[in-house]
């Protein structure tokens, strides 16, 4: 094993005893950079970076690389009527996607949603394990397990109660490393008890960054204010959380988790105990700075300094 990990381990058993969400003294952000060319660099170490929370510089305690640290992935899959026919066509990908993606010590479950949440695999290093679960799921012979309380949706689709309870209730409460989820839809949303600010504030409060694969189904190729919408809401819950936002239709599935797979790679993992420990409910806004001139960091916004649960 390398050095790298077992520190970021240690510091885990340490500090993470509670999930962040109720312990914001130690703040954790995953997050890639890239040069001036766009590509991504991925042999920088602690003291080529620099972090700033509300302006006021901060102290790096734990520093690593993606190669040193466990990978814990969500598949958030939308099987609303506008979606459910996307995801088919493209299992091969999905599970070559994950063949690159998860190594060992990785492990990721896959969540279907309409107006129900069914996690329809759970933690697992398999690909195929993953990909059959989802087979299985697109059958609809199996009752699977629902994620989050239960609700009377009326309509179709949980988007955002998708994204929040699998965080809460799925990556909250692992093991500190990278988090992520990969969320397959149209950024529309009908029928969640959640609204968008609730899925990006956890989301940032425990560090999981947010990958969309968008493809809009748009009649007639006239774009609705809906799809408008859902493609905003897609853009803006990648960026405020520091991942990244593809649309399906333009360059294709298998680019897509390629470049996921890259940028899930080629990242950094730190951490730093802020300098501001009040819990007053306030956002604190983060800026991670590249001391090498041409680099560009890209990183969630921030968080919310929330009171500790009792």
């Known amino acids: 094993m390398r050095i790298g990990y077992w520190i970021w381990v240690l510091a885990g058993i340490c500090f993470a005893q509670e999930p962040i969400r109720v312990q914001v003294n130690l703040v954790n952000i995953g997050f890639s950079v ?29 520093f690593a690389r993606s190669a040193d640290v466990p990978l814990t992935l969500g598949l958030i899959v939308d099987f609303s009527g506008s979606q459910a026919s996307f995801i088919k066509a493209h299992h091969r990908d999905l599970e070559n996607f994950l063949k690159d993606v998860l190594r060992p010590q990785d492990r990721a479950f896959l ?35 629902s994620i989050g309380p239960p609700e009377r949706r009326i309509l179709g689709t949980a988007f955002y109660d998708a994204i929040y309870y699998s ?47 968008r493809y809009t189904d748009v009649h007639n190729g006239v774009w609705n204010a809906r799809n408008k919408y859902g493609m905003r809401v897609m853009e803006r819950i990648a960026r405020e959380t520091g991942g990244a936002d593809f649309d399906a239709r333009e360059r294709g599935l298998d680019q897509n988790f390629k470049e996921i797979g890259q940028q899930l790679h080629f990242s950094y993992e730190l951490a730093y105990h802020t300098t501001n420990p009040v819990s007053d409910g306030t956002f604190r806004k983060i800026v991670i700075r590249a001391r090498q001139p041409g680099l560009a960091v890209q990183a969630k916004t921030g968080y919310y300094a929330r009171a500790a649960n009792p």
């Not at 069914?118 to 697109?138: H, I, M, Q, T, V």
């Open 34 to 62: 890239r040069d001036a060319g766009g590509k991504l660099v991925s042999e920088l170490t602690q003291d080529d970076f620099e972090v700033f929370e509300d302006g006021a510089p901060q102290k790096i305690a734990f």
């Open 111 to 145: 969540l279907c949603f309409g107006n129900r949440l069914r996690l329809a695999g759970d933690y697992s290093p398999s690909p195929k394990g993953l990909d059959e679960a989802l087979r299985n799921f697109e059958k609809g012979k199996i009752e699977f397990p």
């Open 167 to 213: 965080i809460t209730e799925k990556l909250a409460d692992v093991p500190r490393g990278r988090r992520a989820l990969v969320i397959f839809s149209d950024g529309e949303d009908n029928s969640s008890a959640h609204h968008m600010m609730d899925a990006v504030e956890a989301a940032q409060v425990n560090d999981v960054r947010l990958f969309t694969v």
